[in-house]
């Protein structure tokens, strides 16, 4: 049976680790700092180590259930849609687009996205997070038998991008790295070799100002986990406690501008095209403002598997 497990301040003490239960938190009485070794411990060891003590939710302060030391492995245009929508074809897609985020934009479930004066245009992707359960150093073997070896658990994240960095000036690892750009969590649910057949079942929602932007299932990935773990081994080594962020739904801020439209502007000086972009994207009102709320949540259609909610505010710096 998979563990709900979260990280979190409660007044002035040091960060605890927690075990979810009938919507309480059970504090653990674990000595561990980080994600990876919160992962050397057994789920019975776990459940074992949770006192007696039934903390509200309302009293602490949530922190991400992935520490700062992970590594924040990407995936891009991994659902079918957001792929048809991008102007590629799913069915002919051989081979992931991998990326990676800095891990001090890690940040908390509950709180505030911080945009930064210079970005105009911020854009939001709610995705499924894998946490890793080992340290790797080869290229994999991943198997539906032996696919439980590798993936610990799951947790909500979103890729926060700056779309006015990230692409004129062609920097997917800066334009997504700003501190608070990837607030994991709050739930990091812990699985059982017999429950990861859920990630194939998972339906995803956020939604911004209450108002639904994105909304899809996990049976809608084009590169599944098995796939993603062997093509990613061959140039990663993972760390127990690493996650790897596996695409976004449609849905999000950034229009993408027409075939023809690109064929037009092919031939233009980069710093025309780019400021052609900004002035673009500038009139979509789908991108993020100060006082925005942005919600996330991920959850089994069976309701076995909820990941809880992420809940920010956009403040500008």
């Known amino acids: 049976m998979s563990l709900s497990i979260v990280r979190f301040y409660q ?3 040091a960060p ?3 075990l979810v239960n009938n919507g309480k ?3 653990l009485s674990i000595d561990c700092t980080t994600t990876k070794a919160l992962l050397a411990y057994s789920h019975q060891q776990l459940c074992d180590a949770a006192t007696a003590e039934s903390l509200d939710f309302k009293g602490v302060r949530l922190l991400s259930p992935i520490t700062d030391n992970a590594k924040v492995l990407c995936q891009g245009a991994n659902y079918r849609q957001h792929m048809i929508d991008s102007g590629m074809d799913p069915d002919a897609k051989r081979f992931n687009m991998f990326f990676t985020k800095s891990s001090a934009a890690i940040h908390e479930p509950v709180g505030e996205i911080i945009r930064p004066q210079h970005v105009k245009l911020l854009d939001y992707e709610i995705e499924l997070c894998l946490v890793l359960a080992q340290d790797t150093h080869t290229t994999l073997n991943v198997t539906a038998q032996n696919l439980h070896q ?3 658990g799951i947790c909500i994240g979103n890729d926060i991008s700056a779309r006015d960095v990230q692409i004129p000036q ?3 690892h800066k334009g997504k790295s700003y501190r608070t750009f990837c607030p994991l969590g709050p739930i990091l649910c812990l699985l059982t070799a017999d429950e990861m057949s859920y990630l194939d079942n998972l339906q995803l929602k956020l939604a911004v100002n209450g108002q639904i932007r994105q909304s899809d299932s996990t049976r809608n990935l084009v590169f599944k986990p098995i796939e993603t773990l062997n093509e990613f081994s061959q140039i990663a080594n993972f760390n127990a406690g690493d996650v790897i962020m596996t695409g976004t739904p449609s849905g999000c801020a950034l229009g993408l501008p027409s075939p023809a439209l690109v064929r037009a ?3 233009l000086p980069d ?4 400021e052609l972009f900004n002035k673009t994207q500038a009139r979509r009102p789908q991108y993020l403002k100060a006082g925005d ?3 996330s949540s991920i959850r089994s259609t069976d309701g076995k598997i909820d990941l809880g909610v992420q809940h920010h505010q956009i403040v500008s710096t």
């Open 11 to 13: 007044g002035q003490q």
């Open 16 to 18: 605890a680790w927690g």
């Open 25 to 27: 938190i059970s504090p």
């Open 150 to 152: 590798y993936i610990a």
């Open 170 to 172: 062609m920097q997917f």
């Open 265 to 267: 502007t092919a031939l």
């Open 271 to 274: 710093n025309l095209r780019f």
């Open 293 to 295: 709320i942005v919600e």
